[in-house]
């Protein structure tokens, strides 16, 4: 089965800085799907950037950016000019086929 | 707006009882999914259904069981709940194609005690 690692489990930027959470994944699959997603407090799981793995190009949405490394399977996800409320945890997922697969989280603190 | 309704925001119950967390969608999505998120371990599927009265295990379905008999609701059973089942649990729904984006609730944390 396809596994998801996010090797950061806690992080901290201080605000209007730049932070970068780290995510790798395991798949013999060459064309799918992946995701980052933010969960708040409120838990309410918010789609923060979907990257599909045959565009070699970067997603961006706003703030936030990935470094899409296919042949390494690595999946970055940057947050520019952190936002207090970008405080949350951040989960990877690996979409393929209807099954979609997790990562374990990175809880992100913004410092004021 | 995509709405993905789960009954119960907490909820406390007893070891042994019979427990059932329900989970609608109003945007007559095929696909239907539960999950269960621990701290350290993200999330995992316990079950899955595309359609109707169908249904799949995902990786840890021990100890629960699921009903869908509308297309709108999927109800995940816990058949006779135990400690170690306290967790928070996340419905998901998506349209049938694979570019389809999730759409989740807000998730049920469950304690039993």
């Known amino acids: 089965a396809q596994t998801v690692t996010q090797s950061q489990p806690e992080m901290s930027v201080q605000e209007a800085e730049t932070v970068t959470l780290s995510c790798t994944y395991d798949?013999?699959?060459?064309?799918?799907?992946l995701f980052w997603y933010k969960q708040p407090p409120s838990r309410q799981m918010i789609l923060v950037i979907r990257?599909?793995?045959?565009?070699?190009q970067n997603a961006t949405e706003n703030r936030f950016s990935v470094n899409f490394q296919k042949a390494a399977k690595s999946f970055s996800l940057k947050i520019s000019d952190s936002q207090l409320g970008d405080a949350a945890m951040y989960f990877c997922a690996y979409f393929n086929n209807n099954d979609m697969r997790f990562g374990a989280g990175t809880r992100l603190t913004v410092k004021p | 707006d995509v709405k993905v309704t789960q009954s119960s925001r907490y909820l406390v119950k007893r070891t042994g009882e019979k427990v059932f967390l329900e989970c609608v969608q109003d945007m007559d999505h095929e696909n239907m999914f539960w999950y269960r998120q621990d701290p350290g371990l993200g999330l995992r599927l316990i079950y899955f259904s595309y359609d109707v009265k169908m249904k799949e295990k995902g990786d840890i379905p021990e100890g629960y069981s699921v009903s869908r008999e509308k297309k709108e609701r999927f109800s995940l059973i816990l058949e006779s709940a135990s400690t170690n089942q306290t967790s928070m649990y996340l419905c998901?729904?998506?349209?049938?194609?694979?570019?389809?984006?999730?759409?989740f609730g807000d998730g049920t944390r469950l304690s039993i005690l």
């Open positions: 998901a729904s998506s349209p049938g194609e694979m570019a389809g984006i999730w759409h």
């Open positions: 990257q599909e793995a045959y565009k070699q």
């Open positions: 798949t013999s699959e060459s064309d799918y799907y």
